[in-house]
């Protein structure tokens, strides 16, 4: 987690194809901290990278186009940007079960 400017830097872990779309709960225990987001979409066509971006919106309270992906495309550990993100957010979602 990081904040450059406006934004704040989330690294995440994301388990498509989930029952139910959740953000929230720690991965691992390195540095940075890797926030846990399970969602429904199948990791197909960018599918899961679009339900991952509209997920962590929700959590932050801000619209899904404030949230862009910077890394990680294809991967599960992706680092996204939120824009006005409140790292107390963050601190919160990583202290939650994704259930």
């Known amino acids: 987690m990081s904040g450059g400017g406006s934004g704040l830097r989330v690294t995440v872990r994301v388990q498509p194809g989930a029952a139910r779309t959740r953000v929230g709960g720690r991965w691992g225990d390195g540095e940075p901290p890797v926030l846990m987001v399970?969602?429904?979409?199948?990791?197909?066509?960018?599918?899961?990278?679009?339900?991952?971006?509209?997920?962590?919106?929700?959590a932050f309270g801000v619209r899904a186009s404030a949230v862009t992906l910077v890394q990680g495309a294809s991967a599960r550990v992706k680092v996204l940007e939120v824009e006005e993100g409140d790292p107390?957010?963050?601190?919160?979602?990583l202290a939650g079960p994704a259930g």
């Open 38 to 58: 399970k969602v429904t979409a199948p990791p197909v066509d960018g599918k899961a990278n679009d339900a991952v971006r509209v997920a962590l919106a929700e």
């Open 88 to 93: 107390d957010r963050l601190v919160a979602l």
